[in-house]
């Protein structure tokens, strides 16, 4: 009879899942949600984690940014330094006595060719100050030189690295002119009797050349 009733209890008792404690032993089964909190929390932490990553990010392409920023100022401090002597260029070019000679050379032709005003542009600081544009022309055209008989270059010589000196003659008139370097350029400067006549005024210089039969 004791092992009838067993059997039967065994047939009527419900099947067991494999890890739960038989019933009425006092455990009660694990619980997932447990489990599941903690996976969540888990996971949650991860996303959180997330935000640390982006102002990493932020903050490398911040200094990225920066960087570039610094890099140009740099760069345009530099440039601005080199402009003065042109970019990409080297030092400054330095004066040719070859260029003063064909200053000279440009100062005769438009004189023996009536190119007056044109004749006086070429001219130094000094040379302008003895006698203005306007009064060079009307010099030249009340008192109207030879035209067309060339000035004659006869010889250079470099007094010093700004300053050469050029003897000329024109028919059997003759002179010595100086061609100085001044503000980056080759400026004719005729001889020192004709700047002391210049000195004079125009209106001088007029009467005593028509005096001495010298006007045209």
């Given at each position: 009879?004791?092992?009838?009733?067993?059997?039967?209890a065994?047939?009527?008792?419900?099947?067991?899942?494999?890890?739960?404690?038989?019933a009425?032993?006092?455990?009660?089964?694990?619980?997932d949600?447990g489990?599941?909190?903690?996976?969540?929390?888990?996971?949650?932490?991860?996303?959180r984690?997330s935000?640390?990553?982006?102002?990493?990010?932020?903050?490398?392409?911040l200094a990225v940014v920066?960087?570039?920023?610094?890099?140009?100022?740099?760069?345009?401090?530099?440039?601005?330094?080199a402009r003065?002597?042109?970019?990409?260029?080297?030092?400054?070019?330095?004066?040719?006595?070859?260029?003063?000679?064909?200053v000279?050379?440009?100062?005769?032709?438009?004189l023996?060719?009536?190119?007056w005003?044109?004749?006086?542009?070429?001219?130094?600081?000094?040379?302008?100050?003895?006698?203005s544009?306007?009064?060079?022309?009307?010099l030249n055209?009340?008192?109207?030189?030879?035209?067309?008989?060339?000035?004659?270059?006869?010889?250079?010589?470099?007094?010093?690295?700004t300053?050469?000196s050029v003897?000329?003659h024109q028919?059997?008139?003759?002179?010595?002119a100086?061609v100085v370097?001044?503000?980056?350029?080759?400026?004719?400067?005729p001889d020192?009797?004709?700047?002391?006549?210049?000195?004079?005024?125009?209106d001088?210089?007029?009467?005593?050349?028509k005096?001495?039969?010298?006007?045209?």
């Amino acid at each position: 009879m004791r092992g009838t009733r067993l059997r039967a209890a065994g047939r009527g008792a419900m099947p067991q899942s494999e890890g739960e404690p038989p019933a009425g032993s006092g455990l009660e089964p694990a619980d997932d949600t447990g489990d599941a909190d903690d996976a969540g929390d888990i996971g949650g932490g991860r996303r959180r984690s997330s935000l640390p990553s982006t102002a990493v990010g932020w903050a490398f392409l911040l200094a990225v940014v920066v960087a570039v920023i610094a890099a140009n100022s740099l760069l345009a401090h530099w440039s601005a330094k080199a402009r003065p002597h042109e970019v990409g260029a080297g030092p400054p070019a330095q004066p040719d006595p070859r260029q003063a000679t064909s200053v000279a050379q440009r100062e005769f032709g438009l004189l023996s060719g009536g190119g007056w005003a044109q004749a006086w542009q070429l001219w130094s600081v000094t040379a302008r100050s003895a006698l203005s544009q306007d009064d060079f022309v009307r010099l030249n055209s009340e008192c109207r030189p030879a035209l067309g008989v060339p000035y004659i270059i006869d010889s250079t010589a470099s007094i010093d690295d700004t300053t050469v000196s050029v003897a000329w003659h024109q028919a059997s008139a003759t002179g010595t002119a100086t061609v100085v370097y001044e503000n980056g350029a080759w400026r004719f400067t005729p001889d020192a009797q004709a700047l002391a006549e210049y000195r004079q005024g125009a209106d001088s210089v007029i009467a005593e050349r028509k005096a001495a039969g010298r006007c045209r």
